[in-house]
């Protein structure tokens, strides 16, 4: 199984004066633009999620949004409050395995995509940083678990020049 991690997009400053609720904060449109090419980029080289889970936030619905029209998944991303700020990972593992895909993906907030990635690779944390509209591969050999995860690639929009 190949699980993505996605950190959302550029979305601005936490505690911008025009979003007082900061759930509804969108992408930038430089943001938006930048990941779209780092979906595009990646596409080429094999990321082909089935599935794309989200944070209800608008800045990750609108990543995930941006994943699925980008690979032409034809089903919307759908929305986990266990992806919200505050992720909870054993719920995350058991929605992943109801799903009976190859490949999904995960799109949440820093610092928990942060501490999910190295949970599941079983590294210390903070040893895993996400930029804005980073992508992370693990791959499991058998089922999602924690401490299973190995690493394939982890790449940020900036890597690839977008």
Sequence with gaps: MMLYLVRHAFAGQHGDPNYPDDGLRPLTSKGRKRFR????????RG???????????VRCRQTADEIAARLDLGEDPVELAALEPGSQLDPLIEWTREQGADEVAWVGHAPDIDRLAAVLLGARAGSVIFAKGAVA??????????????????V???TLGC
């Excluded at 990321?47 to 936030?57: H, K, M, Q």
């Excluded at 591969?137 to 982890?154: H, K, M, N, S, Y």
């Design 137 to 154: 591969a693990v791959r499991f050999d058998d089922e999602i678990a924690p401490g299973q995860g190995e690493l394939l690639w982890f």
């Design 156 to 158: 940020a929009p900036k």
């Design 47 to 57: 990321f082909a999620p089935a599935v794309v889970a989200t944070s209800p936030l």
């Design 37 to 44: 090419r780092l979906v595009k980029k990646l596409a080429r």
